[in-house]
């Protein structure tokens, strides 16, 4: 490999990241306006891709402990952000998902950040946003066959 592909390359890593962080403070500037905290958007977003989710599954899924987690999901609770619901089979199974005030208050942050994106997308050319599609296209393909990823479970 020569300077010039490993340059791409590199190049490839950092723009992803770019644009990662960008997503990630425009999301963030969502919720602030919303009123929620980092921590608290992250465990809503968490909670909205799987609808219901158990607080052990959710805190292996974020990184926290369960008893953190517990203590910061009692808190939403209280907001009236989730609500708690132990499983019927077993009852020291503990549910948590989004309420449905806080659904109907808050609206879906899915749909606005895929509005943001649209309308940002919007501002070139057609040619161009085929080109985008087309470039993601290709590297989430490049991924998704990736050995590397397809041998290494902690992806």
Do not use: A, C, P, W
């Not at 659904?103 to 997308?121: A, L, S």
């Not at 057609?126 to 066959?145: F, M, N």
């Amino acid at each position: 490999m020569d300077k010039t592909e490993l340059k791409t390359d590199t190049d490839i890593i950092k723009l992803l990241y770019q644009i990662f962080v960008l997503l990630k403070n425009k999301m963030g500037k969502l919720l602030e306006n919303e009123g929620i905290g980092h921590s608290h958007g992250i465990i809503i977003k968490t909670i909205s891709e799987h609808k219901k989710i158990r607080i052990t599954e959710l805190s292996e899924l974020i990184g926290i402990s369960n008893s953190t987690l517990s203590g910061i999901i009692e808190k939403m609770k209280t907001l009236g952000i989730v609500e708690r619901r132990r499983s019927d089979q077993d009852r020291r199974v503990v549910y948590v998902s989004i309420s449905e005030s806080f659904k109907k208050k808050h609206g879906d942050f899915h749909t606005k950040m895929n509005d943001y994106i649209e309308q940002t997308v919007k501002k070139v050319g057609h040619d161009e946003r085929i080109k985008i599609i087309e470039g993601l296209s290709l590297l989430k393909k490049l991924l998704e066959e990736s050995e590397h990823f397809k041998e290494d479970k902690s992806f």
